[in-house]
């Protein structure tokens, strides 16, 4: 089945997307760096999704929106 273009993609499997680690065994230091580690890839996925967001706006632009 299709989705809409406007519809929010949501993972249907979470751990697909982020596996997580078990934390209890890791040192503070280990920690800071897992944190700066996942907000590294979040940032990277937002600037991923803003390019696309970008470059859809400018297809829509050229070509109209689509209904």
């Known amino acids: 089945m299709a989705r809409e273009d406007d519809e929010e993609v949501r993972p ?3 751990s697909r997307w982020l596996e ?3 934390l209890d065994s890791l040192s503070v230091a280990e920690l800071g760096e897992y944190v700066l580690a996942l907000k590294a890839e979040i940032a990277r996925a937002e600037a991923s999704a803003e390019a696309k967001k ?3 706006a400018g297809i829509e632009g050229l070509f109209g ?3």
């Open 54 to 56: 970008t470059h859809r």
């Open 20 to 22: 997580p680690r078990l």
């Open 12 to 14: 249907q499997n979470s």
């Open 65 to 67: 929106k689509k209904n």
